[in-house]
């Protein structure tokens, strides 16, 4: 597994398509992901530190976890098939730890907001994998 980073959010609000590029924190590969308006819109309000008036879906999920003490330890994008990614989110609570699966786009945007890791297997980046110059010229 290759830890990630998000390191691009690209928003075109005339399409429903958004994307989000992860780029390895101790290396120079990235790759973009297709994620919904909606997705991109809860990770860029977090990254502009905007909080909506009441919670939103994510929002709720966070609340959901600190009120029954558990915590994602990670998420883990472990497939690609057929052009689409496959996620899942670990959470532990009381010291175990169970796996939920979840599209990439919801599993980023929880990492995003709590700061948790985020995995991709290096099969992915071996067959999707581009440099971070590369993912910047194509944009």
Known sequence: MVEMELWRLIINE?????VIILKET???RAFPIII??????AIDRKLKDIKAAR????????NFLEAINSKITKVVIYDLKKNTFYARIYISTNGKEKEIDS????A??????LKSPI???EKILDEVGTTAEEESSSE
Request: zero cysteines.
């Open 14 to 18: 005339n399409r429903e398509e958004q």
């Open 55 to 62: 919670p939103l879906t994510h929002d709720l999920i966070i």
């Open 119 to 121: 995995l991709v297997d």
């Open 108 to 113: 980023i945007v929880l990492a995003v907001h």
């Open 26 to 28: 101790k290396g120079k």
């Open 103 to 106: 599209r990439p786009s919801d």
């Open 36 to 41: 919904g308006i909606y997705e991109a819109a």
